[in-house]
C-alpha cells in the first residue's frame, strides 16, 4: 500500500496570506489527524478528522481550519498568516483513530516570511 | 492537563551499547502509549503501541515497558547501531480510543561507530 502524502512539501508565504496543504491518508483509513511541529513548542495536535467529521479539536485559533472529502482526502488550512505559524505540518492516518497505530506523512515545511 | 516530559533531552552513546530513553506522564488515565521515531526533517515512523492493559510490547532490538500507575514509559534499544540515531517521541491517548495524541519532548540520539 502507499503511504501518507502531502503536498506541497515545501511553502514560502508571505504574512497575511492564507495557505491550504493536503493530506491522502493510506488507502482505507478513515481517520487523518493534523499536527504542527516547532522547535520551541514541539508537536502539537491540530485536529482530527472521521468520515468527513471533525471529532477532536486541538487548542489553536480559529484561523487554523481542516476538513475531509469522502475519499478521506483531508485539507488544512490556515488563513492570515503569522511569522509563528512557520512550522512542519505533519498528518497521520488510521482506519478508526488515534487508538491505534499512527501512520505519519513527510510533512509540509512552512514558511512565514 | 496530560503533560508528557522525556528524559535525556540528547543521548550520544557508541555503537553496541543497551540504551534506555524514558518517558513520564502526569494522567494516567490513558488509552494507550505510542513510541516514534523521528529522522531529521521528516515525518514519525511507529516503532511501538502498548494498549494501557499490557505491561510491554517488542519489536526486534526493541522492547517498551508501560507502569501506568506511576506514569512511566520507557523505550529499552539493544546492541544500538549508527542507524539508530534518530529523535525519539512517545505520545499518550486519552482515556478513550478517539482522544487526541499529547506528544513528548522527544530523546534526539546519536549512535557513533
Known amino acids: 500500500k502507499a503511504g501518507v502524502t502531502q503536498t506541497p512539501r515545501y511553502l514560502i508565504k508571505t504574512r497575511g496570506q492564507q495557505v491550504t496543504l493536503s493530506c491522502s491518508p493510506i488507502?482505507?483509513?478513515?481517520?487523518v489527524s493534523w499536527y504542527q511541529q516547532t522547535p520551541g513548542q514541539g508537536l502539537q495536535f491540530l485536529f482530527e478528522?472521521?468520515?468527513?467529521?471533525?471529532?477532536n479539536k486541538g487548542n489553536f485559533p480559529g484561523r487554523f481550519s481542516g476538513r475531509q472529502f469522502s475519499n478521506s482526502r483531508s485539507e488544512m488550512n490556515v488563513s492570515t498568516l503569522e511569522l509563528g505559524d512557520s512550522a512542519l505540518y505533519l498528518c497521520?492516518?488510521?482506519?478508526?483513530?488515534?487508538?491505534?497505530?499512527?501512520?505519519f506523512g513527510p510533512g509540509t515545511r512552512l514558511l512565514v516570511l | 492537563k496530560q503533560e508528557v516530559t522525556q528524559i535525556p533531552a540528547a543521548l550520544s552513546v557508541p555503537e553496541g551499547e543497551n540504551l534506555v530513553l524514558n518517558c513520564s506522564f502526569t494522567d494516567s488515565a490513558i488509552y494507550n502509549l505510542q513510541w516514534f521515531r523521528q529522522d531529521p526533517g521528516k515525518g514519525l515512523t511507529s516503532l511501538l503501541l502498548i494498549q494501557s492493559s499490557q505491561r510491554e510490547q517488542t519489536s526486534g532490538r526493541l522492547n517498551a515497558s508501560l507502569d501506568k500507575s506511576s506514569g512511566r514509559s520507557t523505550l529499552y534499544i539493544a546492541a544500538s547501531q549508527p542507524g539508530d540515531s534518530a529523535t525519539y517521541l512517545c505520545a499518550v491517548g486519552g482515556l478513550i480510543g478517539t482522544d487526541k495524541l499529547i506528544f513528548g519532548t522527544g530523546t534526539r540520539l546519536q549512535v557513533f561507530p
Open positions: 478528522y472521521f468520515s468527513e467529521t471533525q471529532r
Open positions: 497521520a492516518s488510521s482506519p478508526r483513530g488515534t487508538g491505534e497505530t499512527q501512520y
Open positions: 488507502s482505507g483509513h478513515r481517520s
